[in-house]
């Protein structure tokens, strides 16, 4: 049985990723509890402010005629927590003993399983994370506090979010128990800010758009879970979003998989600590700063690009396009590769939809494929970073079966999905490319297990490559592509294969020796509490017996 | 025997560890346990982790040129898995008292396992001792440094006496590991339709009979009731019953004798899956990739005189040519020789 989710019990951002909901802007706090009582009254005022899931009432055909929809505010407020920011706040001994590993130890303890070695080691990230994780404890991140802002059509970012920002600045100083932390750039703010690259349309207004730094669009792959839209909207977002059916249909994932205290796709209780109502409805989080190497990227790029166009004799622009779609496994505007898999596709189909890029059928059509078909690859490389964060069908190990009751479907992927929620950091500024200029990504991953989900995608599917037959190879974009400090000559720089069918009668190309593209600036996990929860810690009434 | 399988030979080995107390470096006296446990962390491993890539302290048995693997391990004791379950109503009425203790699993010393995987062209003890005589020829003095800790070992004195010790000491292997297929083996089909058939004419009788059995109980003259022609005079329903019992146990009793004895033949060797033509495939691949990279975009006549430098410098089909050591992750370029 599908039971309603209690929306009003979740917190916002699980449900939403709002910037696809007009929230361009960001900014994400991060405070230091240093007096167990304060922080706990610190949280009962935050709590008030906290944006819930409930459905908003946003005036489209999609929610008429509900009454219960609550207006969408100009501003979001989410709240999170570290492992130390639970101990700041004395929970019991055993509901803290009880948290994941992963989350006890803390992102900058597991680096070597996430990659973050060479120019991502934790020595090496921003001063808010060095600071947090030094001995002396005194500026350990115990708190997150995001807030996204909506933006007008001029793309100016709404009053409130700085009235907003004040008053929490005012709420830190009258508590005199939390403290916000600085140190994330070169600005010497107290906030990590983001936002969206905005377009100029034409006409003095902008649209945002979903445009990382190395000029990709980002963003497509979100899962679906149950309860998450309404049934209507459902039937469309599974497709491309949900889990593959072993009949080959697509379903929204089990709830379980991404929001604590509901069944999951092993049909068992995500593991969590006690009581239950700490953690139901709560999840977990992983929130990383990557750093994009732009000139390092677009100079790559150029270079192969030249040995792709002699190699495969075709033009330099094709090549280049071609190259940068391989690496990803979509086109920069984000048509996959298995729908428009050569530059003419590609040109053909952006010539079919010219116009009715703003169309849910739009939408839907850049999702709506499975690895079924190119299995060896000869569309999508099998070590494209699409290919690897979700794998689809891929890994059905019956999949080459003719018999359809041998199909498993996405049973080796659906465990491990998680929930995207960031956005990019920086300038948009089309000037000169520098690898040192402060831009990049910030990463979000929602999920139930982060040891499961989050961190298995990245040290497997991102930093590994067996799975995918391609070795130690790691993911051409985000993966680390230096030699292990530790190996010595036995380290190996990462390289990056686009196979060729051989009908075409041109050999696979090799991108050797890849650059470093993306680096670790900090980060850290965070527990994401319920309304529940959150009122049980301000109140300090948790009772784990 | 599944000690053979996929042309390797799976050799696993319970050595028990001696119950005394023996001297340790610093004069203080040590169970045996303790001092095979100290002297197994002194054991180098192979170079092929993050702590001993760099250490240039090679196992000893990278020495040997036949050996995959080779694990040891202490086992103290078997693990205690609490009190048999039983159901509170069965003990009521078996009267058995929960409170009376039941005994309790121990081993009579701690063991030494020892599993070795490497390969022989055959089953058979002989080979088993062939290889074991041979390891004694690399590495006795670390062998003797780790089996001086277990019962019997001191009567060990050469690669002869170290094959009979390990023989008495071994342990079947049930389910060995075989990782070097790359394509479906080809496996012998197992025709189950025949026994299928067996199996269902013979619980066919049975069934049959004992229903038209039943029949009589209830008052049905069933001792009229013949198969004409088949069913001679002396046989009654109940003895045909009986021996479309039997015949079925005993149909069922051939599969399962037929599935064992098929499940028994060891698995196809796996084309060059020696330990010698991994390790050659392991080097090529390293070196073809670099050849690959620095060969793309090149003409035709440039691609094959650099294809002919390369195979007349690594010699892809010699195993014993340029190839990798065992026990090391790789071969840096600077190394290939």
Sequence with gaps: MIRDLNLADIQGNIVRAYGSFGFAKARYFFLHIEDAAAGRKFVDTVREKVTTAERWALGGSEHKGKASFVKRPNVTLNIAFTFRGLLALDLPTRTLQALPDEFIEGMARRNHILGDTNESAPEKWDEIWRNSISADGKNQVHLWISMNALINAKGEVTSELETQTTWLRELCKSNGGVRLLKGHGPDGLDFQEGGADLIPVGDGTVRPSNREHFEYADGFGNPVFQGQYETEIEKEAVI??????????????????????????SQGLPE???????????????????????????????????????????????????????LVGRWANGVPLNVAPTYADKLAFDKKWKGKEDTREYGTALRDFKFADDLEGFQCPVSAHMRRANTRDMLDPRITSTKPSDWAGSALNKRRRILRRGLPYGSFEKGARDDNAEHGIIFIAVCASLFRQFEFVQQQWMQYGLDFNVGNETCPIIGNHGRDPDAGEHGTQSNFVIASDPKTGKPPFVCPNLPQFVTTRGGDYFFLPSMTALSMIAMGSIDPT | MPNFDGGHYFLTVLAPVRNDTVASDDGVPISCEQALRGELARLPTALQSRVSVTSGLNSPFARNKRTHFARFSVISDVIYNGRNPSDAIFNAVTGTNPIIPQPVDRLTSPFLLAAFDFDVPRSGDDERDGYLRELWGDMSEELKAVFQFCTGFERVTDGASFADYIAKCQVETTMPFNDYWITPPPLPEFNLTPWKLGIAITAAIFVISLLISLCGLFGGDVASWRISGMMPSWLSWWGLTLIGLVATVVVIWLLYRAVMAAGLKPFPTAPDSDLKSVLKAIFLQQRFVEFVVEHQGKDAAALYAGFGAFLEQYQPSNPDGPTQTPGVISTPRGEAK
């Design chain 1, 272 to 326: 969590a600590s006690k009581p239950w109502e700490f953690t139901r409805n709560g999840t977990f989080m992983a929130y990383r700063k990557l750093h994009e190497n732009t000139k390092s990227f677009v100079d790559y790029l150029d270079r192969m690009a030249e040995q792709y166009a002699a190699v495969m004799e075709v033009g330099v622009e094709e090549a280049r396009e071609t190259v940068k779609a391989k």
């Design chain 1, 240 to 265: 491309g979003r949900g889990k593959i059916m072993p009949d080959q249909s697509w379903q929204p994932l089990a709830v379980g998989e991404f929001i604590l205290g509901h069944p999951d796709e």
